[in-house]
């Protein structure tokens, strides 16, 4: 990695950093943002390496954890059960970007996009597409609870779910406020939740969990 992708890389899965405001007016310096379409051309110039999982949130890189089994458990049967269901009337992403904004393109589990699925051929989706963006959270959990919730909200994403697999539940956020969302449910085995794009579409938590031991 690059002196310069190297300084702007953290690990979302270590303590939590002083908050950036705070540390830059003590230290009198500022921190650059990378922006996207610096993002891709790094990229594209191979300044990281193949095996790097990297993405792209308020101008950070940050390391995606390594995926353990029970997270590729959860994301092939959340992929595997929204096609299922939402075939001809979403765009289901597995993995894949959404552009928040110049600064900002994570790499959510899921989503439902908007149709027609050939809109995002020569663009990734933004905000204004995704019904629903899910992220499958083990060990990055106080991450997707913390930064990339006020992320998603702040940009105006509709609904956004956590499958927590270290407690077992569905945790369900709507109706974006700020850097907050106004709503929020939480759904645990034996009970079901609906996208509210689809609200007659109820899924058993237990369908996406992996098995209890």
Do not use: C
């Amino acid at each position: 990695m690059s002196e310069m992708a190297a300084a702007a890389t953290e690990n979302p899965t270590a303590a939590p950093a002083e908050p950036a405001e705070t540390a830059q007016a003590q230290e009198g310096v500022r921190v650059r943002p990378i922006t996207v379409a610096e993002y891709h051309r790094m990229d594209d110039a191979e300044i990281f390496g193949p095996e790097e999982r990297l993405e792209l949130l308020d101008g950070v890189l940050f390391e995606i954890p390594p995926m353990s089994p029970e997270h590729a458990y959860a994301v092939r049967r959340l992929t595997t059960v929204f096609v299922q269901r939402f075939a001809g009337r979403a765009a289901v992403s597995a993995q894949n970007p959404i552009t928040l904004d110049e600064i900002s393109e994570p790499q959510p589990d899921i989503m439902l996009n908007e149709l027609p699925e050939e809109r995002y051929a020569k663009a990734h989706p933004t905000p204004d597409d995704a019904m629903l963006v899910v992220e499958v959270s083990m060990s990055s959990l106080k991450f997707d609870l913390g930064r990339k919730l006020r992320a998603y909200a702040r940009r105006g994403v509709r609904e956004y779910w956590i499958v927590d697999l270290v407690h077992e539940r569905v945790e369900v956020y709507r109706g974006p406020a700020g850097e907050a969302y106004r709503v929020h449910l939480s759904a645990g085995r034996g009970e079901s939740v609906a996208p509210l794009a689809f609200p007659n579409e109820a899924l058993v938590v237990d369908e996406i969990l992996p098995p209890p031991e």
